[in-house]
């Protein structure tokens, strides 16, 4: 799961204030702890002492290491469950968490080279933050209203619009359950729901743990043209995170201004990731012949290719809503 650095870093940065944030709670209730019972200082005291003995054993060669060891470990854990009574019996067994934040990678984040669970649920966290300061995490299947789309058959389409709905509804569910396996292409009118669903699959994908970026057609070719004209530090790690997401969603396919370079940008980014069976939500107004001659017969092959194609119709839902048609 390729998390941008900006998420990695802002997870990690979250894990260390976590982590501070323990070791002072600890120390303070261990200051408490020597004030009410002071005995337990010195049980620390020889705790140490028996970690340096076991640590000095250690080098000790043949029986007389392994007996000096033997010896370390059981005063280390007669004074341990020494301590713990003590402690337990005064303040309670709840009061004194002395343990790691995190009991597999000890509070680091990885274990080896793999990121451990812990740090994956913050950078999933951080995911999310990012996609609704984007405006683009607050979707909800659960909240996409098919009663806004009419009932009535409709004969352009030999069936209602809410019925088409219903079905492209499935299709985006199936697609989370399914990740990884396959695009969508959702095309249609302004106002009829292809961004709201993209928030709904960006939402879901990204609580179930995988990273996802979302970029309106408009700023995605400005950093590409950014980063192909005036290459960058931040520049190439903006591309990194473009290419090595789990999910990429591009909406409104078709507001940004044409030409030359867009094509070819457009071109590049659908065939690096459909090479590295990296999958795509995109939206469009346009339909496969306008996107032909907007951009070239070759993406509209693309597109068409390898991507589910989702039509949307019915009625602009924004202008309904202006009008008090729906709430």
Known sequence: ????AEVVRRARRR?????????????????????ELPHIRELDAQLRKTMILAAQAVFTQ???GKAAMEEAKKANLALQKQRKAAIDARFGPEFLDESEICDRC???GYLGSQMCNCLMELCR?????????LNCGEGDFEQFKLEYYPAQTDSRYGASPRTIMQKNLELSKRFVRNFGAGNLLFVGGTGLGKTYMSACIARSVADSGHSVAYEP???LFAKLERNRFNPSAETEEEMRRLQDCDLLIVDDLGT?????????????LLNDRLLAGKPMVISTNLNIDEIAQRYSPQIASRLQGHFKVLPFVGEDIRVMKNRGIVF
Not at 1 to 4: D, E, F, L
Not at 15 to 28: G, M, N, P, V
């Open 1 to 4: 799961m390729a998390y941008s």
């Open 15 to 35: 894990l260390e204030e976590q982590k501070e944030q323990k070791r002072a709670e600890t120390a303070s209730k261990l200051q408490q702890v020597y004030a």
């Open 62 to 64: 043949g029986d007389e």
């Open 106 to 108: 000890g509070g680091t």
């Open 125 to 133: 966290q951080e995911q999310k933050k990012e996609l609704s300061l």
């Open 217 to 219: 057609a408009g700023r």
């Open 256 to 268: 940004e201004l044409p030409g030359n370079f867009v094509t070819a940008a457009l071109y590049g």
